[in-house]
């Protein structure tokens, strides 16, 4: 459980979500999509209670469902739009060139006409990112949206939505293990542990001091000389 947290996430940037396995990753996006109820506190997201709008917000949640295998990455894209999440609506010339947007911007386009069932992880992977994109939304809500992707295609991925947050002033939250993947995408890392959480650039979180802190046990912060962080600790 997330507790004593107060924190103000700045628009436009590019936030990584970090912490280890438990530590309330998900619970926080799942909070500010309103999913989840408050036990204590208020937050507030793009000025609103969590759940009242959520026209400028795309969401990838971690638990992805595996239905629709013979749907081809089209129609996933255009399962979601309208509210519509299976049933295939009408669309617009608008909405089409939105999805077709969103799979560009990912890299995906050659995915749109491929079946999900006949799709890699990873593929698949780039799908839902798509799809949390399309819209162009002001705020993106990513969980772990660099899984199943292999070493280049999650740097493509971390520097093409790094690229987003420039071009549209887009506000990005990415939870992810791997903190070398967003190294030199990320503005800002949010650090979560034991229930608490730390926000900062990169040189004020990954620190011996500020992890060892949040963990309440010893931990050690190095970099390499090629600029690779390293976490370790008995306690992770
Ligand atoms: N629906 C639920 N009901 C009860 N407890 C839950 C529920 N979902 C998550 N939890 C618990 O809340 C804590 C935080 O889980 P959460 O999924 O937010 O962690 P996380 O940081 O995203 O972890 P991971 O890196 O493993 O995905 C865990 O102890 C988990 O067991």
């Known amino acids: 459980m997330l507790s004593d947290l ?6 436009g ?14 619970t926080f996006l799942r909070a500010l999509m309103g999913l989840l109820p408050l036990q204590q506190g208020q937050i507030r997201v793009l000025g609103q209670s969590p759940g009242a709008d959520m026209s400028d917000i795309g969401y990838m949640p971690q638990n992805r469902s595996a239905n629709g295998a013979s749907l081809t990455g089209w129609d996933l894209l255009a399962s979601g739009m309208s509210g519509n999440r299976w049933g295939l609506p009408w669309l617009s010339r608008a909405d089409r060139l939105a999805i077709q947007e969103a799979l560009d911007s990912v890299d995906a386009s050659d995915l749109a006409t491929r079946r999900l069932g006949e ?15 399309i ?19 999650m740097r493509d991925i971390a520097e093409r939505l790094g690229a987003l947050v420039k071009q549209r002033g887009m506000t990005v939250l990415c939870s992810a293990h791997d903190i070398n993947a967003l190294m030199g995408v990320m503005d800002s890392v949010m650090y979560v542990a034991r ?30 000389p090629s600029g690779r962080l390293l976490v370790s600790a008995d306690a992770l």
């Open 6 to 11: 107060s924190l103000s996430i700045p628009t």
């Open 13 to 26: 940037q590019f936030v990584g979500l970090f912490g280890p396995n438990g530590a309330g990753k998900t």
């Open 119 to 133: 799709l890699s992880g990873g593929e698949r992977q780039r799908l839902l990112i798509a799809q949390a994109l």
């Open 135 to 153: 819209g162009s939304p002001r705020l993106l809500l990513l969980d772990e949206p660099l899984a199943s992707l292999d070493p280049v295609r």
């Open 195 to 224: 229930g608490h959480a730390r926000l900062g650039n990169v040189d004020e979180v990954m620190t011996t001091e500020a992890l060892s802190a949040l963990y309440g046990a010893p931990v050690e912060v190095c970099r390499t």
